[in-house]
């Protein structure tokens, strides 16, 4: 049966972790953007112990992903870095171990990345490889009961924070990305891991990027994700709807943050004697910024649910999920900066800022053209000529 009605359950979280978010989250979201990377790592670390005091990773990695949604856009909404940060260690490093993890595996991190104690990371992407995983370079050889990891990861999201990495390799090029690639759990502190320096970014500046350099980064059997060598192409799919639907809560929250800006300003600011909400011009533009932030909240909503359900559409409505609602959320933005004027488009105006860190929502983790390629195929296989 449809129903659009929260639990009781997920409307305590909506109005506790938005308040929360909002008092103890948003102020630093502007002090990032403009911080000294070794500032911004202390400064999200502190984000943290904080997120992780309020059992925001506690809901990340539970079951009730409908419940995780509503209070990942409250965190996207008060501060997109530190959002993308929580995402990389929760999502893209603490949702495959959840679900593929051996037990040692699950033991050591899950209890440590909901407490903070430990921060994760998930390096798939190389500098000629993003898109086409068949192009990645990196690989592992058999040396004794472990394995040697050669390879350089690109663009990893808090590698300079991380205590753990995820990082894929080819365990056996012969047998094809189906069979092939293999997911590592490699410590911080491992013979052979380099992280770089962070790298400067459009936007999310709070959020830290670097390369991860592995060169003969000796890892013992253990440190295979499941335990199995070969299924990291299938590991990763699974995980990817996980981040297709972090993205798109990413977008919401991003869009709500511009259309409450927005709106606010719109009963502030006058001009010819009234305030500019009234004038058509701008209202309109208010309206489109509700609506479609709306309809992207919706799709991210029926996908998480979906999820939930674990019903076989998942993975296309993630994407469509994401695919919506990161394109609307760009829209959204530059909406956002029409209605502030000039004043919006100066360094350390806030819809400047959420302007910046929303380009990357329509880029990371698949592209916009790779959803509509997936969706494209989803639509082909489902609806066979007659
Ligand atoms: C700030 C930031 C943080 C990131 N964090 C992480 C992280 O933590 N871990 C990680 O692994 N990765 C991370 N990434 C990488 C990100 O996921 C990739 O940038 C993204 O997947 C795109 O890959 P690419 O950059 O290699 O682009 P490419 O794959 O080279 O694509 C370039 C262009 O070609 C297009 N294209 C490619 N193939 C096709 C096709 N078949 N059909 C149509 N068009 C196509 C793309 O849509 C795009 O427009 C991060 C990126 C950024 C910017």
């Given amino acids: 049966m449809m129903n659009y009605e929260l639990t009781a359950e997920q409307k305590t979280i909506k109005k506790e972790i938005g308040k929360f978010c909002q008092e103890a989250i948003a102020p630093t979201a502007a002090l990032f953007d403009e911080s000294p990377k ?43 870095s530190t959002f993308l940060a929580a995402m990389s260690s929760i999502v893209s490093f603490g949702i495959p171990v959840k679900l593929f993890g051996t037990a040692a595996q699950k033991d050591k ?62 365990t056996d090029k012969e047998a094809g990305l189906e069979k092939g ?8 502190n491992a013979s052979g891991l380099t992280v770089g320096k962070p790298i400067e970014t459009m936007g999310l500046r709070g959020s830290l990027t670097a390369e991860v350099a592995l060169s003969g ?43 409450e800006v927005s709106t606010a300003l719109g009963k502030s600011r006058q001009a010819f004697g009234k305030p500019i909400g009234l004038f058509e011009g701008v209202g309109a533009k208010l309206a489109v910024m509700f609506t479609n932030n709306d309809l992207s909240r919706l799709l991210t909503l029926r996908a998480a649910w979906s999820m939930e359900q674990k019903e076989a559409e998942s993975a296309v409505l993630t994407s469509c999920a994401k695919l919506f609602a990161s394109e609307a959320v760009n829209a959204i ?19 400047e800022r959420l302007y910046r860190d929303a380009r990357f929502a329509v880029i990371a983790y698949g592209t916009s053209e790779l959803q509509r390629a997936a969706i494209a195929k989803d639509c082909l296989d489902k609806f066979k000529a007659a």
Wanted: net charge negative; with cysteine.
């Fill in 333 to 351: 933005a530059d909406l956002a900066m029409q209605v502030h004027g000039g004043h919006g488009y100066l360094r350390g105006a806030q819809v």
């Fill in 217 to 259: 980064c000796e890892v013992a059997a253990a440190a295979v994700l499941g335990g199995e060598a070969g299924k990291g192409h299938a590991q990763l799919q699974t995980v990817l709807e996980y981040i297709k639907l972090s993205i798109a809560n990413l977008s919401l929250g991003i869009g709500q943050a511009c259309l």
């Fill in 181 to 188: 690639l293999t997911f590592f759990i490699v410590e911080k």
């Fill in 109 to 170: 991190y899950i209890d440590a990345l909901v407490k903070a104690q430990a921060i994760g990371a998930m390096g798939y992407t190389e500098a000629q490889a993003g898109s086409d995983l068949g192009g990645i370079s990196a690989s592992a050889a058999k040396k004794g009961d472990g394995w040697v990891l050669t390879g350089v990861k690109d663009l990893v999201t808090n590698a300079p924070l991380a205590d753990a990495f995820l990082v894929l390799a080819w």
């Fill in 38 to 80: 070794d500032k911004a790592a202390d400064l999200m670390k502190a984000n943290f112990q904080k997120l992780a005091q309020a059992n925001y990773f506690g809901l990340a990695l539970g079951e009730d992903i409908v419940g995780a949604t509503v209070a990942g856009e409250a965190l996207a909404q008060a501060c997109p």
